[in-house]
C-alpha cells in the first residue's frame, strides 16, 4: 500500500513520464536509489540516530521542505511550454530527473523514520537484522520500481496530448503545487 500511496515520488514519475519514459525511468532510478541508501542507513543504524536526534530530523526535514519548495515554485513559475527534444530530452533532463529523484528521497527524513519503525515488525526472530532490515529495503525498492514502470507504461501513450502547451503549463503547475503541498508538509511534520 506504500508503494501506491500517492505522494511526491509518483507526481514526480507521472511528470516525468509526459517527456517520455527514459526521463521517467531515471527518475524512479533516482526514487529507487534514495530508498536504498536511507533502507542501507537505518540498517547500519545511522536512521536511529535521525529517530533519536530531534535536531538531525529537523535539519534533514527543513533541506527536504525548502527543495520541494524550490521545485514547486519553479515549475508554478516557469511551467514548459514544449516537451524537449532531441539531445536535451536524452541527455540532461534524464540526469536531472534521476537527480531530482535521488535528492528529493534522500532530504525526506520520513522515509527513514518509515524504515526504522515499520520494518523491525517484519524481521524474524534470529536472524541479522541489520542485512534482514536492508533485504526488506530491497523488497520495497523492487515494488516501487514495479508500480513506477506500470505507472509509466499507463502514462506513455498519453505523451502526445501531454504534450500540448494548453495541457503541459497546466500539468506542470499543478505538478508544482503537489511539491509545495508536501513540502509544507514535511516542513510541518514530527519526527514521530
Known amino acids: 500500500m506504500l508503494t501506491l500511496t500517492p505522494g511526491v515520488d509518483n507526481a514526480m514519475v507521472l511528470r516525468r513520464a509526459a517527456s517520455g519514459p527514459r526521463s521517467a525511468t531515471f527518475a524512479a532510478i533516482g526514487i529507487g536509489l534514495g530508498c536504498l541508501i536511507w533502507g542501507g542507513a537505518v540498517s ?11 535536531m538531525a530530523f529537523t535539519i534533514v526535514k527543513w533541506a527536504g521542505a525548502a527543495y520541494l519548495l524550490y521545485l514547486g515554485v519553479g515549475l508554478i513559475l516557469k511551467p514548459r511550454s514544449a516537451l524537449a527534444v532531441g539531445a536535451a530530452a536524452t541527455g540532461g533532463s534524464a540526469r536531472e530527473a534521476f537527480t531530482q529523484g535521488l535528492v528529493t528521497n534522500l532530504l525526506n527524513p520520513k522515509i527513514g523514520v518509515f524504515y526504522i519503525t515499520f520494518l523491525p515488525q517484519f524481521i524474524p526472530t534470529g536472524v541479522d537484522p541489520a542485512g534482514f532490515s536492508f533485504i526488506l529495503t530491497g523488497v520495497h525498492v523492487l515494488l516501487g520500481s514495479v508500480w513506477f514502470a506500470l505507472l509509466i ?9 501531454l504534450a500540448r502547451p494548453l495541457v503541459l503549463k497546466p500539468m506542470d503547475r499543478l505538478t508544482g503545487g503537489v511539491f509545495i503541498a508536501f513540502g509544507l508538509k514535511l516542513a510541518f511534520s514530527r519526527s514521530s
Not at 547500519?44 to 530531534?54: F, Q, T, Y
Open 153 to 161: 507504461a499507463a502514462t506513455v501513450p498519453l505523451g502526445r496530448f
Open 44 to 54: 547500519l543504524g545511522l536512521g536511529a540516530l535521525l529517530a533519536a536526534s530531534e
